[in-house]
T-cell receptor, first 116, second 114 residues
Framework: SAVISQKPSRDICQRGTSLTIQCQVD?????MFWYRQQPGQSLTLIAT?????????ESGFVIDKFPISRPNLTFSTLTVSNMSPEDSSIYLC?????????????FGPGTRLTVT | AQSVTQLGSHVSVSEGALVLLRCNYS??????LFWYVQYPNQGLQLLLK??????LVKGINGFEAEFKKSETSFHLTKPSAHMSDAAEYFC????????????FGSGTRLSIRP
């Protein structure tokens, strides 16, 4: 398993500003991901955070809006840039852990963002 | 391509009653299937998973799910609901050959009546 922490746990931000969310894992992992959960919605994958290279973004998400860093195998950041109220969501990071012949994804507690 | 459909955005049962949360999937390759639970103001916790082998999988907190390939279903059950089971439940699928991208269902909110 993996223990994942996120900072901040929640924040209220003004439109036009940016917020950087940190994700820390207690062990080295290859795969880290960032998800968004809009109010009352399911999770949507934003991007895969690749260590040592640029993140891989899903359709509908771009680097200019959601820049991601992955400086090492235990840490990643997601920045939500030039925020608007539509960015109000829970942002979750997750990691993939190999478990025998299969894989499991573990999720952080999430960062609840409100944009006013 | 893969997708997940959860039938019923909200399910309400009485304490002690059977819990049944429905999930159907679509996958062009053998799937891995998961159920996650999200308690209010918390992250996601893995309840159980199916990869290969036994089609009836048991998870935490007394939950279990059965993989039925012929029905493309992976319904979650619990014989007797407890008040602490009130939460949001997400069914998810990923490709057998790569566990990197998980597709989540829309979620089912489970309420427990006293």
């Amino acid at each position: 398993s993996a223990v994942i922490s996120q900072k901040p746990s929640r924040d209220i931000c003004q439109r036009g500003t940016s917020l950087t969310i940190q994700c820390q894992v207690d062990s080295q992992v290859t795969m880290m991901f960032w998800y968004r959960q809009q109010p009352g919605q399911s999770l949507t994958l934003i991007a895969t955070a690749n260590q040592g290279s640029e993140a891989t973004y899903e359709s509908g998400f771009v680097i200019d809006k959601f820049p991601i860093s992955r400086p090492n195998l235990t840490f990643s950041t997601l920045t939500v840039s030039n925020m608007s109220p539509e960015d109000s969501s829970i942002y979750l990071c997750s990691v993939e852990i190999e478990n025998g012949s299969s894989y499991e994804q573990y999720f952080g507690p999430g960062t609840r963002l409100t944009v006013t | 391509a893969q997708s997940v459909t959860q039938l019923g955005s909200h399910v309400s049962v009485s304490e002690g009653a059977l819990v049944l949360l429905r999930c159907n999937y679509s996958s062009s390759v053998p799937p891995y299937l998961f159920w996650y639970v999200q308690y209010p103001n918390q992250g996601l916790q893995l309840l159980l998973k199916y990869t290969t082998g036994a089609t009836l999988v048991k998870g935490i907190n007394g939950f279990e799910a059965e993989f039925k390939k012929s029905e493309t279903s992976f319904h979650l059950t619990k014989p007797s609901a407890h008040m602490s089971d009130a939460a949001e439940y997400f069914c998810a699928v990923t490709a057998y050959s790569s566990a990197s991208k998980i597709i989540f269902g829309s979620g089912t909110r489970l309420s427990i009546r006293p």
